[in-house]
């Protein structure tokens, strides 16, 4: 369902990506872990045709991306790291607006909405202004949001962040029943590794921009000699605290003051 080869993104004289290559097969949970600023964000959004490529091949759903990027864009739903409701819409606006820009027809829109926002327990809540919503809500809005289309694919950028374990608990309990009725790959980022340890089938971790591990979580403990995945993800990314990344444009705006003094 994903393949990715040699993929590499340079931002001026820094390279945010370097040489990544995976696999991820149709129906698959699948997670991308890292520390802060090893490259997982930028993967997703190259991914998701927010970002071009330096170089290197993607192939989603059968397309490439960098090519026809509208077709890519019909066959996945991205809930992003960041909010990206509109708080002044009500969250059925929310939906609506959403099923427009993907072209849903209007009776299936009504009721892929009504299905979904029951199926995260939004329903009675439709004609609510979004900027009503705790954290919770917003996540679990955004996340039937992103699969109003029917997509084949699902992209999750740290969709648990700042949630509950009651609410994390109740989203992931959702996404597998999705995963096992409609066979929708999933491909997430976490900082939570005993969620990536419960949740995924088989996990990559990146540091500095390349891949260095890729298995199940038992694979990973047997190779590391780890008790936890989180045991093993410290192995091998090692335990320096690693500051908040900057962003690529923010680490140049960085550079060219440095140059300019």
């Given at each position: 369902m994903i393949s990715v080869h040699n993929l590499v993104k340079k931002f001026g004289d820094f390279t945010a990506v370097d040489g990544v290559s995976f696999e991820v097969k149709d129906g698959e949970i699948f997670a991308f872990l890292g520390p802060n600023g090893a490259g997982k964000s930028t993967t997703i959004k190259m991914l998701t045709t927010?970002?071009?490529?330096t170089s290197g091949t993607i192939i989603l759903n059968g397309g490439d991306p960098v090519a026809n990027?509208?077709?890519?864009?019909?066959s996945f739903g991205i809930v992003f790291q960041?909010?990206?409701l509109d708080d002044d819409l009500t969250a059925m606006e929310n939906m609506e607006l959403h099923g427009i820009l993907y072209d849903v027809p209007s009776k299936l829109l009504k009721e892929r909405s009504k299905e979904l926002m029951q199926f995260v327990e939004l329903w009675?809540?439709?004609d609510s202004l979004v900027k009503e919503f705790s954290g919770g809500m917003k996540r679990r809005l955004e996340i039937a949001r992103g699969l109003l289309h029917h997509p084949k694919i699902i992209f999750l950028d740290e969709p648990t962040l700042g949630l509950d374990p009651q609410t994390r608990n109740s989203m992931w309990e959702y996404l597998?029943?999705?995963?096992k009725e409609e066979k929708t790959t999933i491909f997430f980022t976490t900082h939570y590794m005993e969620e990536a340890?419960?949740?995924a089938e088989r996990i990559a971790i990146v540091d500095h921009g390349k891949i260095i591990a890729t298995g199940t979580s038992e694979s990973?403990?047997?190779q590391t000699k780890s008790e936890s995945l989180e045991d093993a993800f410290l192995s091998l990314t090692g335990k320096m605290i690693r500051d908040e990344a900057a962003t690529p444009a923010d680490q140049?705006?960085?550079r060219h003051r440095v140059w300019r003094r």
């Amino acid at each position: 369902m994903i393949s990715v080869h040699n993929l590499v993104k340079k931002f001026g004289d820094f390279t945010a990506v370097d040489g990544v290559s995976f696999e991820v097969k149709d129906g698959e949970i699948f997670a991308f872990l890292g520390p802060n600023g090893a490259g997982k964000s930028t993967t997703i959004k190259m991914l998701t045709t927010l970002l071009r490529p330096t170089s290197g091949t993607i192939i989603l759903n059968g397309g490439d991306p960098v090519a026809n990027p509208d077709a890519a864009r019909r066959s996945f739903g991205i809930v992003f790291q960041d909010p990206s409701l509109d708080d002044d819409l009500t969250a059925m606006e929310n939906m609506e607006l959403h099923g427009i820009l993907y072209d849903v027809p209007s009776k299936l829109l009504k009721e892929r909405s009504k299905e979904l926002m029951q199926f995260v327990e939004l329903w009675d809540r439709k004609d609510s202004l979004v900027k009503e919503f705790s954290g919770g809500m917003k996540r679990r809005l955004e996340i039937a949001r992103g699969l109003l289309h029917h997509p084949k694919i699902i992209f999750l950028d740290e969709p648990t962040l700042g949630l509950d374990p009651q609410t994390r608990n109740s989203m992931w309990e959702y996404l597998k029943k999705l995963n096992k009725e409609e066979k929708t790959t999933i491909f997430f980022t976490t900082h939570y590794m005993e969620e990536a340890e419960r949740v995924a089938e088989r996990i990559a971790i990146v540091d500095h921009g390349k891949i260095i591990a890729t298995g199940t979580s038992e694979s990973l403990k047997e190779q590391t000699k780890s008790e936890s995945l989180e045991d093993a993800f410290l192995s091998l990314t090692g335990k320096m605290i690693r500051d908040e990344a900057a962003t690529p444009a923010d680490q140049m705006r960085m550079r060219h003051r440095v140059w300019r003094r």
